[in-house]
Nanobody, 116 residues
Framework: QVQLVESGGGLVQAGGSLRLSCAAS????????MGWFRQAPGKEREFVAR????????YYADSVKGRFTISRDNAKSTVYLQMNSLKPEDTAVYYC?????????WGRGTQVTVSS
């Protein structure tokens, strides 16, 4: 059974940094693209970043481009999201995502709060 477990969230001041991790199990991790989404209070869940199985291609939402970096360690079955220059509008629950055909897998999320 596929499991995704996020960690690394917390409270940080504007301009600060956090590194999120997502540990995956129950799948051949190195075969699949992985992504990060976020959901702020009262808003829809939105795409943040995605990384191909090899780590060679990455994609970002315009709102985080140049500030966030997605990476992966296939030996550890873990995907990371390095978040720099954080802004109050980055406050949200951050979710790890895996799409397998028509099935979406999500972690439980990790809260990121950026104070001004």
């Amino acid at each position: 059974q596929v499991q995704l477990v996020e960690s690394g969230g917390g409270l940080v001041q504007a301009g600060g940094s956090l590194r999120l991790s997502c540990a995956a199990s129950g799948l051949t991790f190195s075969s699949y693209a992985m992504g990060w989404f976020r959901q702020a209070p009262g808003k829809e869940r939105e795409f943040v970043a995605r990384i191909r199985w090899s780590g060679g291609s990455t994609y970002y939402a315009d709102s985080v481009k140049g500030r966030f970096t997605i990476s992966r360690d296939n030996a550890k079955s873990t995907v990371y999201l390095q978040m720099n220059s954080l802004k109050p509008e980055d406050t949200a629950v951050y979710y790890c995502h895996l799409g397998l055909g028509s099935v979406d897998y999500w972690g439980r999320g990790t809260q990121v709060t950026v104070s001004s």
